[in-house]
């Protein structure tokens, strides 16, 4: 049942509006002034109100200009006598979606409220789609819906709120830090410390300095006692990135913390007691490290208690283009040039899936960031590209690669079923805009998908 809010100083109209929309099925709730209507719209789930427009206190435009702060998309109609016509235009001018004029015909009145109703609706429904989209689609700020992609957040979601600890796999540049966070702030521990750590970053002894922390005079420079990260990460999260270019010293130390829960510092003798999640990272396949004799088999084990394996770029290509508008709306604030970039054209997009990305996502963004500061248009072309990124594009087509004997008409059918699965991918199976991509008609197309025997069923 939707819910209105009348708001009127006079009792009268108020008692014969809620009979009036009680009897068309919806719920009235009532107001005499627009303090009290603001407090209510704050409280409830509310899908119009109805205000007056002249009333003591707060009069009906600056109770519009709240009611849209709170809730830009609330349609508000306004109540108002002849003498106040100018007014309620001003309220049009200000978001109100419509008026109407007193004494009111109650028939005109239920038009007018089923419509605003109905025109809500719609943008609830809206919302609620956006929503269901960025959940699927998005975990913090790790976003894809590929499903590689949609598998990661499934593992985040369930692993979460556990205190186990986490091993992410990937190439560098896919994102491990994003999902160590997401795990993190999907956690009981989201308001306690998220601290990072990157293994291979730092000497050995330095790096036990920067873990453990150390006392006063531990050794040369320690001038002063230091708590280190894990200390600091107590009761939180800590991060190990590049965990494969931790020492076999620096292995064993950690091992003992993960077992007994303590540490201790640099030069020091009395044990300190941290409760930590350890999450830990590696562009490196730890497995095979243990069975190289790299890394400690009973840390491997300890570390390994749930894996997550991120795929590079150039195996969830389908997510590439939510990730290039994704960073085109982050980096827009930096643009000096007084036009908002829009996209990407359809040349740009076929390099982006063309190419293979050997730096993954933070490549991409890399790209995305250059670009949103020197591409002077609405729309991101091939030009804007930088010179050694056009040069380095794969290229599905190597004549090289050819055999001088292959039969032309085998060759040119391979290479149009190619660019037919390229499109239909970057589409997700939109056969309008696969067509359109590609030149053709929707009836060509689809003639080609069955010559080809293509598989055109939704991939979400």
Not at 289 to 315: A, C, T
Not at 333 to 351: A, S, Y
Request: one cysteine or more; glycine letters at 6%; hydrophobic letters at 40%.
């Amino acid at each position: 049942m939707e819910t209105i809010l009348v708001v009127d100083d006079e009792k009268n109209y108020l008692l014969v509006l809620s009979e009036v929309l009680q009897d068309e099925g919806y719920e009235v709730l009532t107001a005499q002034g627009g303090h009290e209507a603001l407090d209510i719209q704050k409280s409830s789930d509310l899908d119009l109100i109805l205000t007056d427009m002249k009333m003591p206190g707060m009069d009906g435009i600056e109770l519009l200009e709240n009611i849209k702060a709170l809730d830009p998309d609330l349609p508000v109609i306004m109540m108002t006598a002849h003498g106040t016509v100018d007014k309620a235009v001003e309220a049009m001018q200000k978001g109100a979606y419509s008026y109407i004029l007193k004494p009111f015909d109650n028939e005109r009145l239920t038009i007018y409220v089923k419509k605003a109703v109905s025109l809500y609706q719609v943008v609830k429904d809206n919302r609620l789609l956006r929503e269901t989209v960025e959940y699927q689609y998005r975990f913090g700020n790790f976003i894809g819906k590929s499903k590689a992609i949609r598998d990661v957040f499934e593992t985040i979601r369930k692993v979460a709120p556990s205190n186990a600890t986490v091993l992410i796999e990937g190439e560098s540049g896919t994102g491990k830090e994003l999902v160590a966070k997401s795990i993190h702030f999907n956690s009981s521990r989201r308001d306690k410390p998220f601290i990072a750590v990157n293994c291979s970053a730092l000497a050995e002894n330095l790096l036990e300095s920067e873990l453990f922390g150390h006392e006063k005079g531990a050794f040369t420079g320690a001038v002063a006692r230091k708590k280190g990260r894990f200390e600091l990460a107590d009761h939180g999260t800590l991060f190990l990135d590049e965990i494969g270019e931790l020492s076999q010293n620096l292995q064993v130390k950690l091992l003992r913390v993960l077992q007994e829960k303590t540490f201790e510092l640099v030069g020091g003798t009395r044990p300190i007691t941290a409760d930590i999640r350890v999450i830990t990272a590696t562009n490196k396949n730890l497995r095979e490290e243990m069975l190289r004799g790299r890394f400690r088999e009973d840390l491997f084990y300890r570390l390994n208690v749930v894996r997550i394996e991120l795929p590079p770029l150039k195996q969830r290509k389908e997510d590439i283009r939510l990730l290039v508008n994704h960073f085109i709306d982050k980096y827009a604030p930096e643009r000096k040039v007084n036009i908002p970039v829009k996209g990407v054209d359809q040349e740009v997009d076929r390099l982006f899936f063309d190419y293979s990305w050997p730096g993954n996502v933070r490549e991409l963004e890399n790209l995305i960031e250059r670009v949103m500061i020197l591409c002077p248009n609405d729309t991101v072309r091939v030009s804007d590209l930088p010179k050694d990124f056009r040069d380095n594009v794969h290229n599905a087509l190597h004549l090289e690669g050819i055999p001088s004997d292959a039969p032309l008409y085998e060759t040119l059918a391979s290479i149009e079923k190619a660019m037919i699965e390229r499109a239909l991918k970057m589409t997700d199976n939109v056969q309008a805009h696969a067509a359109a991509m590609l030149g053709i008609g929707k009836s060509g197309l689809n003639q080609k998908i069955k010559k080809y025997n293509l598989d055109v069923s939704s991939k979400r």
